[in-house]
């Protein structure tokens, strides 16, 4: 059964950090991109954060961006999107995801994904 399961998700203060981990099984995902998708109560799910198969590209929106990092580490079939500063806006649900297509480079929308854990909760207070 191939399957992601995230974790890390939690409590925070505004300005605060966590770091969520994505393991991967059932198969290894050395040759596909993965990525980061959110979810806040009552709006769509929204891209985050993606990084190729060499783990030496990486993409993230603009909101994100100088405060979030995404890596991987293959030995582990783990992706990890580390958190920094924090802010309420940053409330959902995480989920991890992993591309349908082998060796491309980041993307972004929905669709490329196929593969998708059930998502970790990340909650920010003011």
């Known amino acids: 059964q191939v399957q992601l399961v995230e974790s890390g998700g939690g409590l925070v203060q505004a300005g605060g950090s966590l770091r969520l981990s994505c393991v991967g099984s059932g198969r290894t995902f050395s040759n596909y991109g993965m990525a980061w998708f959110r979810q806040a109560l009552g709006k769509e799910r929204e891209f985050v954060a993606a990084?190729?198969?060499?783990?030496?590209?990486?993409y993230s929106t603009d909101s994100v961006k100088g405060r979030f990092t995404i890596s991987r580490d293959k030995s582990k079939n783990t992706v990890y999107l580390q958190m920094n500063s924090l802010k309420p806006e940053d409330t959902a649900v995480y989920y991890c995801?992993?591309?349908?297509?082998?060796?491309?480079?980041?993307?972004?929308?929905?669709?490329?994904?196929?593969?998708w854990g059930q998502g970790t909760q990340v909650t920010v207070s003011s």
């Open positions: 995801a992993a591309d349908r297509a082998i060796y491309r480079q980041p993307v972004i929308t929905l669709s490329d994904y196929n593969i």
């Open positions: 990084i190729d198969w060499t783990g030496g590209r990486t």
